[in-house]
């Protein structure tokens, strides 16, 4: 009776087992924290750690990694892609969206230990989230000597071209003109196509033509695209044995548009290689691969971030504060 009474609990523990494997299985690879993230290869679906990443991405002339903004996932990933990347290729330039070229001899001070954090902070008008995202980044690269090149167009500057367009910069004194691209809005129509959806919500809406208004964000986008594909240029100009990692908002490289297309249309004898970010809902019992290889060579999946606002007017007011700084530009 003894035995029989064990067996029954052997095969019920077992069942058991067995029952959460069958619950857990079809989702094992979901990350288990917004820091986790798996990396595929959009080609084939295989899964990659960050080593194995590095080592796939190690000949080309520049990756660039996508990112969303504030995520704790796009960001370890990154920072250990460029770790990996180190070891591999030693000779390596670090060029950030997220730093506008004007504060190029304010980051410049902070990596030669002429000013403190602190100071770099304010001195460069670094993102809000620095700390938090971007600093591993730096202070590895500090550490090791690698260049850390302000990539981004200013930010005053891009706001302007928004408000008055793109003959603005006409207005610009020749030492900063002479700082941005020759041609500044060179353009792609699908990144041209993606942008009125992104903004207006529906493919060009059927018009060829958009209003003065969005033409005039469409071109401030195109200056910060621009301008970071040139600055990466400059970077391989004055390092041409180094590898670049480039960091920017996903929006500025999925699909191979945005600075990437730029990148290739002004040197296309460079090897470019995209590593982009996807939201990998809950719900879901697989990445969704199928619907998003299109994005990048490689495909890191990544847990949603939580909803900011569930309150319309709080949102609204807070997007009005967060964009009132931009009011105050003086174009003139």
Not at 233 to 255: C, M, N, V, W, Y
Request: proline share 6%; glycine share 6%; charged share 25%.
């Amino acid at each position: 009776m003894a035995a029989m009474k064990t067996l029954v609990l052997l095969l019920t523990l077992v069942s058991g087992l067995g029952g959460c494997a069958m619950m857990t299985s079809v989702s094992e690879n979901y990350p288990t924290t917004l820091y986790d993230t798996l990396v595929l290869d959009s080609t084939d679906g295989s899964t990659l750690t960050p080593a194995t990443l590095a080592r796939k991405l190690a000949r080309a002339d520049v990756v660039v990694i996508g990112e969303y903004h504030g995520h704790q996932g796009s960001h370890l990933l990154q920072s250990r892609v460029q770790q990996e990347l180190f070891r591999l290729r030693p000779a390596q330039v670090l060029t950030m969206e997220q730093f506008n070229l004007d504060h190029q001899q304010d980051l410049d001070r902070y990596l030669q230990g002429q000013s403190g954090e602190a100071e770099m902070i304010e001195d460069a008008d670094a993102w809000a989230n620095y700390r938090g995202s971007y600093r591993p980044l730096v202070e590895f690269a500090r550490a090791r000597g690698i260049p850390v090149i302000a990539a981004n167009a200013p930010a005053g500057i891009v706001r302007c071209v928004g408000r008055k367009g793109p003959d603005y910069l006409d207005q610009l004194p020749g030492d900063m003109r002479a700082r941005l691209p020759d041609d500044p809005f060179l353009d792609t129509g699908a990144y041209r196509a993606k942008f009125v959806e992104a903004i207006t919500g529906s493919h060009g809406s059927g018009d060829p033509t958009l209003s003065e208004r969005m033409n005039n964000s469409y071109k401030a986008q195109l200056l910060r695209d621009n301008t970071m594909a040139s600055r990466i240029l400059e970077a391989r100009k004055h390092s041409p044995e180094a590898q670049i990692l480039h960091l920017t908002g996903t929006f500025h490289s999925e699909d191979s548009l945005g600075t990437v297309a730029l990148l290739k249309q002004r040197a296309p004898e460079l090897s470019v290689v995209v590593v982009s970010p996807v939201f990998w809902p809950p719900g879901e019992a697989e990445p969704p691969l199928e619907d998003n290889r299109s994005k990048g060579d490689y495909l890191y999946f990544i847990q949603p971030l939580p909803e900011e606002f569930l309150d319309s007017e709080r949102e609204q007011a807070a997007m009005k504060a967060r964009f009132s700084r931009a009011a105050d530009t003086d174009c003139n």
